[in-house]
């Protein structure tokens, strides 16, 4: 697997741990929502059609599209990453704002994950 791949992989799954909390006692992670979100595509699909939970679910899927491709598309990559940070820069500016460590410290594996894919596009020119 090449390193392209790797790193999407890597995008994928750490934007599966950004934790999420709201009200008094309510929290959750990405991967649990993201869990409802496919489960009410399928039942209510008004119920989950909203642009903060279909755009970055749509992001997962380009990425997932670039693992099976020959040659990782720049082109898929960005789009997918861009798609993803809709929700997960959302959550790192209320982590910022609120300064909630939980929220703050889910998105930094993104973050970082972000920075190493555009290094290794720079990188492949």
Not at 11 to 20: A, R
Not at 44 to 68: E, N, R, W, Y
Not at 81 to 106: A, D, E, P
Request: aromatic residues 14%; contains cysteine.
């Amino acid at each position: 697997m090449s390193k392209s791949k790797l790193l999407n992989l890597a995008l994928i799954l750490t934007s599966f741990i950004g934790y999420l909390e709201w009200g008094e006692d309510q929290s959750t992670f990405l991967i649990m929502a993201e869990f409802d979100i496919i489960k009410g595509l399928f039942t209510d699909i008004s119920s989950v059609a909203h642009p903060f939970t279909l755009i970055p679910l749509f992001g997962q899927c380009l990425l997932m599209i670039t693992l099976f491709q020959k040659r990782v598309s720049k082109f898929l990559t960005y789009f997918g990453m861009t798609s993803l940070f809709l929700l997960l820069g959302l959550m790192l500016f209320i982590g910022l704002i609120n300064f909630n460590i939980k929220i703050l410290s889910s998105t930094l594996p993104f973050i970082i994950t972000m920075v190493l894919i555009f290094l290794n596009f720079r990188k492949r020119k």
